[in-house]
């Protein structure tokens, strides 16, 4: 679980110092960095994870417009720096502290200037990353055992060798799940086959349900429960099938004798609905960080 955020020059984030717990909301006017807050996260899982045959630092930023669209437009300063504390959840004295410092060049262009990774101890601090010369980050276990380096084009985690103590990190922020919901494309009927995990979209809701009723009846059972409580005009939702190989979800009303089509339902019913589903969906398809 991440506790802390730190981000220096990101976008509108001139220096923000964010406290964080298990669930979090952010709340604010238009302008006020909500976003921006939210595009870290996914800037460091495509630093971490980009496409494949591509070096992540070059591609999170080829994703914004290159790092002039990135970098705080207030002031001179070249240097966009990223910090993460945290705690494991299986293992709560166990925490970590992960910075990435990149320096803007030329033409784009940009270094690692530091990058590390501590792990946090009652006695003592390990660091699982370590600064050599000529500008190489070194992979170092507790026992300091050397595993290799990575120059200072490359972030150090998208890398990360498996026999390594901070590969756990890796594999943390590798499930790392990313949703902007668009309720035009969640009203549409989706294939049957496509439902074992929702799109970033939403556009597969009524086959990811319908997944979650057939798969895990005690979620499906839970995100009713939830609608319920919160508007008392519900029964429940239900999936049905098609002939076409497609689905669709509705909802039933009480006092209504036919449910009403996902294609009519209203937009902030949809995202509420798939919100649930993902707070509700089973530990093996959840993801780390929403």
């Not at 591509?54 to 240097?79: C, H, N």
């Not at 990774?117 to 003592?124: A, D, I």
């Not at 103590?165 to 790392?176: N, T």
């Amino acid at each position: 679980m991440i506790t802390r955020l730190q981000v220096r020059n990101f976008k509108s984030l001139r220096n923000l110092d964010l406290p964080l717990g298990p669930l979090n909301v952010l709340a604010g006017p238009n302008m006020a960095g909500k976003s921006n807050v939210l595009d870290v996260f996914d800037f460091l899982h495509q630093v971490f994870f980009p496409e494949a045959g591509t070096q992540g630092i070059v591609y999170a930023f080829a994703q914004r417009g290159g790092v002039s669209e990135v970098i705080w437009k207030g002031g001179d300063d070249k240097l966009i720096s990223i910090a993460l504390e945290g705690v494991d959840e299986n293992e709560p004295e166990t925490k970590f502290r992960y910075v990435l410092e990149l320096v803007a060049g030329a033409g784009d262009f940009v270094t690692v200037q530091n990058e590390s990774l501590k792990l946090l101890g009652s006695e003592k601090e390990v660091d699982l990353i370590v600064h050599v010369q000529r500008g190489f980050h070194q992979f170092v276990n507790a026992d300091g055992e050397n595993l290799g380096s990575v120059g200072s084009t490359a972030s150090a985690l998208q890398y990360a060798p498996p026999n390594w103590a901070g590969y756990k990190l890796h594999e943390w922020v590798r499930d790392w799940r990313f949703y902007h919901l668009v309720p035009p494309d969640m009203k549409e009927p989706s294939p049957m086959s496509s439902g074992e995990h929702l799109l970033r979209n939403g556009a597969n809701l009524s086959a990811w349900l319908m997944w979650l009723q057939t798969n895990s009846p005690e979620a499906f059972g839970r995100i009713n429960e939830v609608l319920r409580d919160l508007f008392e005009d519900i029964s429940h939702v239900k999936t049905t099938p098609m002939q076409d190989g497609k689905v669709f979800f509705a909802v039933q009303e009480k006092g209504l004798k036919r449910p009403i089509p996902v294609w009519q339902g209203s937009d902030g019913l949809l995202v509420l609905t798939a919100l649930l589903s993902l707070i509700y969906s089973p530990p093996e398809f959840s993801g780390t960080l929403y």
